[in-house]
């Protein structure tokens, strides 16, 4: 399979290793956007984290949480930490080998918060609010 993340697990291609286990493995970011920018994966692939099953998803939750631990406390300088998870294109997904991106935060980086990613909501009306809740429900 041509998968960039596969050969990573493989060790065809070298990385910045940050955390493995028998399953996940978390490196660092070949385009850092902040210092110790870092993906976690699992070891099996999948295109997308909705394609993976709600067990094998759990545990990539589990495994990011244990490495933001990680840098959490190693990092020098970190205040905080941005956590997300790009899936599909449209969201800016470039690598389909589903990973999470820990982006080590830093007083007064400049950086945004998550609201800040996308701004396409057509309405805060309360109706409009009522009315995409009824489309999700039921
Ligand atoms: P996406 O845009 O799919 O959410 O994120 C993919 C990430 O993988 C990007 O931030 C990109 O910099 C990173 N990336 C792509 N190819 C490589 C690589 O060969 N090695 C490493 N360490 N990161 C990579
Ligand atoms: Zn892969």
Do not use: W
Not at 6 to 30: M, N, Q, R, S
């Amino acid at each position: 399979m041509n998968c960039i993340f596969c050969k990573i697990i493989a060790g065809e291609i070298p990385c910045y290793k940050v955390y493995e286990d028998d399953t996940h493995l978390a490196f660092l970011d070949i385009s850092p956007c902040a210092d110790g920018h870092t993906i976690v994966i699992p070891k099996k692939h999948a295109a997308a984290f909705v394609e993976m099953s709600p067990e094998e998803a759990g545990a990539l939750f589990e495994a990011v949480n244990k490495v933001s631990n990680l840098i959490l406390k190693k990092m020098d300088g970190i205040t905080g930490l941005t956590i997300g998870m790009n899936t599909y294109e449209s969201a800016g997904q470039s690598v389909m080998h589903t990973h999470a991106h820990i982006f080590p935060r830093f007083k007064g980086d400049g950086g945004g918060n998550t609201h800040t990613i996308v701004s396409s909501a057509k309405s805060a009306d309360s109706e409009y609010l009522k009315k995409i809740s009824e489309q999700l429900t039921k």
